[in-house]
């Protein structure tokens, strides 16, 4: 251990979440994680961040797991570090709002399975979208982080971030996390936003970013310096590339400085070496695209996060439209600005996206618009920062304009729990259960089955042995 500063950063790690999302779609299995557990719960991290985001519905869809299972087990090997998820606001980890006792169940499961930290956020920032989680988790004695989906736009001046500080301390949050999905947030700006923030609230602050753009670490390293108290890394096989700045270069950029958070770099070598050949085997078998690992300062340009990039040249290739790619790029802040200005993060990210590459090929503007598009002008996702486009209002929603919400929409949702739970009681093993069918009725149903099966197979071979014969 070096010797720690006298204001050392504080570190989050990522691999188990973030990272693998960014690089490999989520495709890292518990079993791949368990083996480097004990070596991780030595470094002093702030957190491990493993869970929530895109983790849950990979987890049963892809992996045939149960992700409450690798909670416990996860929660099982960190003897001494605080595990962290993200969370959805009022969408939970899907692609909905939900009803408040859904949300307020789910808090309370993950905080009884492990969690300590839920990383609260809305893709509108609408603040009316995180009270009940934050409040949720205040009740079960967690640490309520609020993040602040980060973003560009005449509306979101240092005023506008400083009045969202206020407002995220009032509601009881412990922390507040600036969550720049995008790799948006460049050095100086950082720097000049921390020192906003800093004067704005006495929560502490987090930042989170992404590799994207290629300036990550250089932002971190300003915004340290302006007082910023915990950043998110990845240790560095998952780093880089659309995922964060590497754990073992920012601890190393800070050695014998104040703000030294005092890593074993052999330690973070041996964690390194362990997923260097997972990384490997992605590469390998195509789970991990090496564009991914690139620098893109389209970002910057065109504000789009590296998932929704992927989403969208997958669209266009379906269409047989990958000429179109450079058309979509540029219409998307144009469907971004009718839309009200939202951040660029699931599910608006999806929703803009999606919406331009209609517009593209259908060779007219909202000729064709998706429901979610709909949804956002009705007011189901919330409030945007800025007003809609009345043109594309009136092109959209017709007459429908006059349905729509001005209050939070969780407010007209009747609780959910009791009719969730009637309708999927022939699957229940856990209570939990309940709460993978609310959030993917038919991706837990599938995972349900294979599970049943499963049992079924390990029962059968139970019974061979007791009438011995012996698997061979």
């Not at 939900?98 to 509108?124: H, M, P, T």
């Not at 997923?275 to 490997?280: A, M, S, T, W």
């Not at 439209?321 to 469907?335: S, T």
């Amino acid at each position: 251990m070096s010797e720690v500063g006298t204001k050392p950063i504080k570190i989050t790690e990522t691999v188990l979440r973030d990272a693998h999302q960014s690089l490999i779609a989520t495709r890292m299995t518990t079993e791949q994680m368990l083996p480097i557990v004990d070596k991780m719960d030595k470094v002093g991290y702030n957190a491990v961040e493993c869970w929530g985001g895109a983790t849950f519905d990979a987890s049963l869809r892809f992996l045939k797991e149960d992700p409450w299972d690798r909670l416990r087990k996860l929660r099982d090997g960190f003897k001494n570090t605080k595990l962290q998820m993200l969370f959805r606001g009022q969408n939970i980890l899907g692609y909905r709002p939900y009803a408040d006792d859904v949300v307020e169940y789910f808090v309370q499961k993950s905080i009884a399975n492990g969690i300590d930290i839920i990383r609260i956020f809305d893709c509108l920032n609408d603040i009316r979208n995180l009270q009940t989680a934050v409040t949720a988790c205040n009740k079960e004695k967690g640490h309520a982080q609020v993040a602040l989906s980060y973003t560009l736009g005449d509306a979101y001046t240092l005023d506008y971030w400083m009045d969202m500080a206020k407002r995220v301390e009032d509601m009881g949050a412990n922390s507040l996390c600036i969550k720049d999905m995008a790799g948006l947030l460049t050095p100086y700006k950082a720097e000049e936003l921390v020192k906003a923030l800093k004067s704005s609230t006495s929560l502490p602050i987090e930042l989170h970013t992404h590799y994207t753009s290629g300036v990550a670490s250089m932002t971190y390293m300003k915004a340290i310096e302006a007082g910023v108290d915990i950043i998110d890394t990845a240790i560095s096989p998952f780093a880089l590339g659309t995922s964060q700045p590497a754990t073992e270069v920012m601890a190393e950029a800070f050695r014998g400085t104040e703000y030294d958070p005092g890593f074993d770099q052999m330690l973070l070598k041996e964690i390194a070496d362990y997923f260097r050949p997972i990384r490997e085997d992605a590469l390998k078998s195509g789970l991990m695209n090496p564009k991914v690992l690139g620098v893109d300062i389209q970002t910057l340009l065109y504000q789009v996060p590296g998932g929704m990039l992927s989403n969208m040249v997958s669209q266009l290739k379906e269409q047989n439209a990958e000429d179109k790619y450079m058309e979509v790029l540029e219409e998307i802040p144009r469907v971004r600005k009718d839309l009200g200005e939202p951040p660029l993060v699931t599910p608006s990210s999806q929703i803009v996206g999606t919406q331009a590459v209609f517009n593209v090929l259908m060779g007219e503007r909202y000729k064709v618009a998706t429901k979610e598009t709909k949804d956002v002008l009705l007011g189901k996702y919330g409030q945007t920062v800025k007003p809609f486009n009345p043109e594309v209002v009136d092109k959209v929603l017709g007459e429908e304009k006059k349905n729509a919400i001005t209050c939070r929409y969780a407010d007209l949702l009747e609780p959910e729990l009791d009719k969730i739970e009637a309708e999927m009681k022939q699957w229940k093993q856990q209570d939990e259960d309940v709460l993978s069918y609310a959030l993917f009725p038919q991706v837990a149903t599938e995972f349900f089955k294979y599970r049943e099966a499963q049992q079924k197979k390990v029962d059968a071979s139970v019974a061979d042995t007791k009438n011995g014969a012996y698997p061979v």
